[in-house]
Nanobody, 120 residues
C-alpha cells in the first residue's frame, strides 16, 4: 500500500499565496509521475499539474504562470506553490502518484484532499 498525505491548505485572500505539500509513504520502490488535481463545489475533478521523476512539468492553462509544481525525490514529496490566487482556485486539492512497489507492482495512489479557499 502507498499512502499520500497532503498538507498546507487553508483560507487565503485573493491575490495571496499558499504552498501545498504531499508526502508519499509505504511500499515504494520508486515514484514516476506525481501530480495535483482539484475539485470545486459542483464541478468535476480537474487536472492541475504534473511533474515527472526527472523534473519535467506540465500545467493546466488556468494555472500556468501562477502555480509551480516541484518535488523532492529523496523525501517522496511533491509540492504546489500557488501564487496570485483568485476565487476560481477555491477547491479541494488532491495529489496523486504513480509508483512501483518492491514487487514491481504499479500503483496509482491518491491523497485525501486538502481544502483551499480564496476569499475576495
Amino acid at each position: 500500500q502507498v499512502q499520500l498525505v497532503e498538507s498546507g491548505g487553508g483560507v487565503v485572500q485573493a491575490g495571496g499565496s499558499l504552498r501545498l505539500s504531499c508526502a508519499a509513504s509505504g511500499r515504494i520502490a520508486s515514484i514516476a509521475n506525481m501530480g495535483w488535481y482539484r475539485q470545486a463545489p459542483g464541478k468535476q475533478r480537474e487536472w492541475v499539474a504534473t511533474i515527472t521523476r526527472g523534473g519535467s512539468t506540465n500545467y493546466a492553462d488556468s494555472v500556468k504562470g501562477r502555480f509551480t509544481i516541484s518535488r523532492d525525490n529523496a523525501k517522496n514529496t511533491v509540492y504546489l506553490q500557488m501564487n496570485s490566487l483568485n476565487s476560481e482556485d477555491t477547491a479541494v486539492y488532491y495529489c496523486n502518484a504513480d509508483s512501483m512497489t518492491p514487487q514491481l507492482q504499479f500503483v496509482r495512489s491518491w491523497g485525501q484532499g486538502t481544502q483551499v479557499t480564496v476569499s475576495s
